[in-house]
Every structure is written in C-alpha cells, then in structure tokens.
C-alpha cells in the first residue's frame, strides 16, 4: 500500500514540474478550489492525505499516520492545478498570499508546530 501511493506522489511531482513549467496563472478567483490546468493523465494528489507536502502543493491539516513512519500526514491541496483563493491551508504556496489568518487545530500535529491557517488569495 506504501509503494502505491509513494508511486502515485512521484507520478504527481513530475506531472507538478511539467505543469509550473507551462502555466501562466491567470482567471477569475473563487471562493472553492477549481480547475485551472487541464488533467495530464496522472493522478493527482489534491484533497488527498500524504506523508509530505511534494512542491507546489500546500496542505490544510494534519494528523499523526504509524505508517509515515510515526510522523505526521498531510491533506493536500493543489496550488499549481487549482485556484486556491478563499481556502484556509497551514501554509501559503508560491504565488499566493494570505487575506487573513486564524489559529486553531488543523495545523499543528505536535507541541511547538504553528497553528495558523491562512485564507489564501492568489497574487
């Protein structure tokens, strides 16, 4: 099960630098995530739980997993693919900002972790 997912995260990550390569950001900003990049075969990982965040990718929570090696898992969302503009995440991917911020749960796992979230909003 391991190997599959890591496999799908490796697929992902290329499919990520060739797509940031190509983009040019642009289109109207939404309150929910949506679509900007056509889909280029490979699975992605937005809205799915991974034991790192791969590049161009933030996340909006996190948990504990034994099976990331007794650290933690993260939720991912896609900044590359999908607008991110009015979604709270734990960290605030290249060519966003934040609008606001707020503390809470979501983003720390661990004593000593920031728990910030940040509404994001693309530059």
């Keep these: 099960m391991i190997g599959k997912g890591l496999g799908r995260l490796c697929a992902s990550i290329g499919a990520t630098a060739a797509i940031t390569a190509s983009i040019v950001a642009g289109g109207a900003a939404a309150a929910t995530a949506q679509p900007v990049a056509a889909d280029v075969g490979t699975a992605s990982l937005h809205r799915s739980w ?3 965040v791969p ?4 996340w909006s929570s996190v948990r504990t997993n034994p099976n990331c090696g007794f650290r933690y898992e993260y939720f991912l969302l896609d900044a590359v693919n ?3 503009t009015g979604v709270w995440a734990c960290g ?6 934040y609008t606001s ?5 979501n983003c720390s796992a661990s004593p000593g972790s920031s728990p910030y979230e940040y509404r994001l909003a693309r530059l």
Excluded at 55 to 58: A, K, N, R, W
Excluded at 92 to 97: D, E, I, K, R
């Design 92 to 97: 605030v991917p290249s060519g966003y900002t």
């Design 82 to 84: 999908y607008n991110l």
């Design 50 to 52: 991974a034991c790192t």
């Design 55 to 58: 590049g161009g990718y933030t």
């Design 101 to 105: 911020a707020r503390q809470g749960s």
